[in-house]
C-alpha cells in the first residue's frame, strides 16, 4: 500500500508526453559515424544506468545541429527500443549534449518530478518484468513511445520528496563507486605485484640464490583414482570464479551421473581443472572439503611440495605467463584443451621454495584487501536494497 499522498502513475503522465524515437537509418546513416565529434547513444553504449561514451559513435557538429531535436538533456532517460528493452540511463552533466541513436528513445520528465528519483523507480525488478512482458516482436524483443508511455510508475507526495530520496540513494551509490574504484585499484597492484615478483624482477635482500627453470611434469603428478566402491557421494564442479563447488549451487540443479564408480576422486590441498576451460579460469585447489569426486572429464594432480610452494602456484597459474602457455597450447587444436601431458610440458622458473613462499604471502595479502573490500561493496549493495525497498515504495518516509 502507497501512502495516501503518493500515487501510481505512468512515465507518459510523468514525461507530460514527451517521449521520442531516436532518428531512423533513413536519417542517420553508419557511414557518417566517425571517431571525434558529438556523442551518439545506441542501446550498446547504455551501461549501469548511465552513457558509456568511451566507444560509442561520433558525428560531426553539423550533423548533430540537423539532429538537435534528438539531443539528450541532463535529466532525460534514455532506453534501450530493442533487444534488451529493460536497459535504461539517465543523462548526467557527462552524457547532456549527446545524442539519442538510433535504437533507443528518449523521455523528458516535467519539472514536477525528481529524474534521478525515476532512475531508481526504473531500477525496481517490477519495472523490469513490464518491459519484458509488453514488448512486441517475436524474434527481438522491441519497445516504442506508446508502449513505453503506458510503463507504469509511483510518484512521491512532490518534487521535493523525490529529491530528498534521490539524494539518500546517491549517497550510497557514491560509496559503491568509491569501493568499486579502490578494488580496481587494487587489482592493478596485485597484478603488477604477481608481473614482479612472479618473474624475478624484483627480488628481496635475503634472498639471492639463482632461480632455476623446470618443466611442471617433474614436480606434479596425475592422480587417477576412481570412485569404483562408490563411498564417496560429494560431487563437485570447477567454476571459473568460485573454484571447487557443489553443483547445486551453481546450476541449482544434480549435474552428476546416478551412478559415480566412474568418477575421479579428489582430495585436500589436490588440484583440478576442466581441461576445455582452464583457458577461461577453470581451474582450483581443493580447500573447502577432506574429499570428493569429479566428472571423468577433469584432470586432478597434485604437487611436490618440497619443490613448489602451492600458493605460489596457485598465483603463477593466474599469471601472464601461464595465460600466454595456456593460449599457446591451444592453438590448432580442434577442442581447445589442455590435456595432462600439455600442462607438464609447460616450464616454469622457479625460486628455491622459502622465496615462494614469500611471494605467496605478499599476494595472498593482497587478495585478502580485496576480498575485504568486496564484502563491503555487497554490503552496500545489500543496503541500498533494503533501502529502495524502504524509500521507494513510502514504507519509510524522508519527510
Not at 346 to 368: G, R, V, Y
Request: charged share 25%.
Amino acid at each position: 500500500m502507497l501512502p495516501e499522498d503518493w500515487k501510481l502513475t505512468t512515465l507518459g503522465k510523468v514525461c507530460e508526453g514527451h517521449l521520442q524515437t531516436g532518428p531512423f537509418g533513413s536519417q542517420l546513416h553508419a557511414h557518417e559515424y566517425q571517431e571525434i565529434g558529438v556523442t551518439v547513444v545506441m542501446p550498446k553504449d547504455i551501461i549501469n544506468c548511465r552513457v558509456d561514451a568511451l566507444k560509442a559513435a561520433k558525428i560531426t557538429i553539423q550533423r548533430a545541429e540537423d539532429l538537435k531535436k534528438h539531443q539528450l538533456l541532463a535529466g532525460d532517460l534514455l532506453f534501450s527500443r530493442r533487444g534488451d528493452v529493460t536497459r535504461f540511463a539517465l543523462i548526467d552533466e557527462k552524457s547532456e549534449g549527446s545524442l539519442c541513436g538510433t535504437g533507443c528513445l528518449k523521455a523528458r520528465p516535467s519539472k514536477n518530478h525528481s529524474p534521478i528519483f525515476l532512475s531508481y523507480i526504473l531500477q525496481r525488478n517490477m519495472v523490469k518484468t513490464w518491459l519484458e512482458h509488453n514488448a512486441v516482436g517475436q524474434t527481438m524483443p522491441n519497445m516504442n513511445t506508446a508502449i513505453l508511455a503506458e510503463l507504469p510508475l509511483i510518484s512521491a507526495s512532490s518534487r521535493e520528496e523525490e529529491d530528498k530520496i534521490a539524494q539518500i540513494l546517491s549517497t550510497w551509490d557514491k560509496a559503491m563507486d568509491k569501493f568499486e574504484a579502490l578494488i580496481i585499484a587494487k587489482q592493478k597492484r596485485k597484478k603488477a605485484l604477481m608481473q614482479q615478483l612472479l618473474t624475478g624482477k624484483k627480488r628481496f635482500s635475503k634472498f639471492g640464490q639463482e632461480w632455476k627453470q623446470i618443466r611442471l611434469k617433474k614436480i606434479i603428478n596425475e592422480e587417477r583414482s576412481r570412485n569404483k566402491n562408490r563411498v564417496i557421494t560429494r560431487v563437485l564442479s570447477v567454476t571459473n570464479h568460485s573454484g571447487f563447488v557443489l553443483p547445486k549451487d551453481q546450476f541449482s540443479r544434480r549435474v552428476a551421473s546416478d551412478d559415480l564408480s566412474n568418477y575421479k576422486i579428489v582430495r585436500k590441498s589436490e588440484f583440478g581443472y576442466n581441461p576445455s576451460r582452464i583457458n577461461v579460469g577453470s581451474f582450483a585447489r581443493l580447500d573447502d572439503y577432506d574429499h570428493g569426486v569429479l566428472s571423468p572429464m577433469y584432470i586432478i594432480f597434485s604437487i611436490n611440495d618440497k619443490l613448489l610452494d602451492s600458493d605460489f602456484f596457485i598465483n603463477w597459474m593466474k599469471s601472464h605467463e601461464a595465460k600466454q602457455k595456456i593460449t599457446s597450447s591451444t592453438q590448432g587444436s580442434v577442442r581447445d584443451s589442455v590435456g595432462f601431458d600439455a600442462l607438464g610440458s609447460f616450464l616454469i622458473t622457479l625460486p628455491p621454495i622459502e622465496e615462494q613462499q614469500k611471494i605467496a604471502i605478499i599476494l595472498s595479502t593482497a587478495d585478502k584487501e580485496i576480498t575485504i573490500h568486496q564484502n563491503q561493496l555487497v554490503a552496500l549493495k545489500q543496503q541500498k536494497k533494503s533501502l529502495m525497498q524502504q524509500l521507494l515504495t513510502g514504507k519509510k518516509r524522508v519527510f
